[in-house]
């Protein structure tokens, strides 16, 4: 499933990539822009945007209810009926799949202590941004074991 986030959901998309999920995030307020993509693009749109005339929402829309990031994403995977898809393989800052990266590769690129504490590294093509499974996976597991049981 593909997702296509607007401005009022941006903590969303990020939790959303996440977990493994192809989620754009629209942040220009643009609807005819947002609404064009979706359906170009085949996603499901998720908003908070009351003002969007629910008609003009592609079909499987969501329209977001609450504020909170956390029952935001319980709203989405109950509406879907998802589970992580495959966590930790998404950019969480602009989409693209994660690619590993040996070790010897990631020296300089990630503080000495990470390099020194950690064996598996992925980066980023398109922003270079490298991931290791810091304490912050260890938080993140913790959410998702609330969220998806």
Request: glycine share 6%; hydrophobic share 40%; proline share 7%.
């Amino acid at each position: 499933m593909r997702f296509l986030a607007d401005a009022m959901v941006g903590r969303l998309a990020k939790w959303l990539r996440a977990l493994g999920y192809d989620t754009l995030y629209h942040r220009d307020g643009d609807d005819k822009a947002l609404l064009a993509t979706a359906a170009a693009e085949g996603r499901v749109l998720l908003t908070r945007d009351t003002r969007l005339p629910r008609a003009s929402l592609p079909a499987g829309s969501l329209l977001i209810q609450s504020d909170r990031v956390e029952d935001q994403l319980r709203e989405v995977l109950r509406a879907y009926d998802l589970r992580p898809a495959a966590p930790g393989t998404r950019c969480l800052r602009c989409n693209m799949p994660l690619a590993p990266l040996p070790r010897e590769a990631a020296a300089g690129r990630v503080p000495d202590f990470v390099l020194t504490r950690h064996a598996a590294f992925r980066t980023c093509p398109a922003c270079r941004r490298v991931y290791w499974p810091g304490t912050h996976r260890t938080r993140m597991a913790e959410v998702l074991a609330r969220l998806c049981g």
